[in-house]
T-cell receptor
Framework: GAVVSQHPSWVICKSGTSVKIECRSLDFQATTMFWYRQFPKQSLMLMATSNEGSKATYEQGVEKDKFLINHASLTLSTLTVTSAHPEDSSFYIC?????????????FGDGTRLSIL | DQQVKQNSPSLSVQEGRISILNCDYTNSMFDYFLWYKKYPAEGPTFLISISSIKDKNEDGRFTVFLNKSAKHLSLHIVPSQPGDSAVYFCAARVGGSTLGRLYFGRGTQLTVWP
């Protein structure tokens, strides 16, 4: 089945550091990828929709300058948390949908645990 | 505004019995519903889905029921197994959405005990 790879799985870094998270679709092309954030015991909160070759669409309340998204190819989207602070610590998950399978479910990466000291 | 609601944060069921997880939604434009299973520190895994033109979809031990008039769906797992212990998310998609954005509930922690 479709596989989405997310890297790194765990990051611990100092406050003020920028962190890049990669999301790759391994065996399909994804015109659209989604970035979510999950707080403990909370739902998946959609942060932004990443569109290949164009600007990402951010949800209300999500700072686009804080969370930079680049979707340069049909198999790769990156999320960069710029100048990260402790309040950015969270579990970030990406998902992707096969461009050729409209009525198929999104497939998720295994997430990235980000801890800012 | 939570358009997809899972009002039970947790459910505990004995092995071999039926697990019923419930989900309600408010947006009548949703036409496709999914259930995902999630273990700690992992991404959600797709479990089963149902289109709004159906009222039931079955896959092995998993069955999803959709009641459009009540805007309610449920996931039945029978028989339940300890390995089913996980958080289950209900999700929905707006019909005609070219992006396929999903709206998620808060999840229900299912614990299946021996």
């Amino acid at each position: 089945g479709a596989v989405v790879s997310q890297h790194p799985s765990w990051v611990i870094c100092k406050s003020g550091t920028s962190v890049k998270i990669e999301c790759r679709s391994l065996d399909f092309q994804a015109t659209t990828m989604f970035w979510y954030r999950q707080f403990p015991k909370q739902s998946l909160m959609l942060m932004a929709t990443s569109n290949e070759g164009s600007k990402a669409t951010y949800e209300q309340g999500v700072e686009k300058d804080k969370f930079l998204i680049n979707h340069a190819s049909l198999t790769l989207s990156t999320l960069t948390v710029t100048s990260a602070h402790p309040e950015d610590s969270s579990f970030y998950i990406c998902s992707a949908r096969d461009r050729g399978a409209w009525n198929q479910p999104q497939h998720f990466g295994d997430g990235t645990r980000l801890s800012i000291l | 505004d939570q358009q997809v609601k899972q009002n039970s944060p947790s459910l505990s069921v004995q092995e071999g019995r039926i697990s019923i997880l419930n989900c309600d939604y408010t947006n009548s434009m949703f036409d496709y519903f999914l259930w995902y299973k999630k273990y700690p520190a992992e991404g959600p895994t797709f479990l089963i889905s149902i289109s709004s033109i159906k009222d039931k979809n079955e896959d092995g031990r998993f069955t999803v029921f959709l009641n459009k008039s009540a805007k309610h769906l449920s996931l039945h797992i029978v028989p339940s197994q300890p390995g089913d212990s996980a958080v289950y998310f209900c999700a929905a998609r707006v019909g005609g959405s070219t992006l396929g954005r999903l709206y998620f509930g808060r999840g229900t922690q299912l614990t299946v005990w021996p």
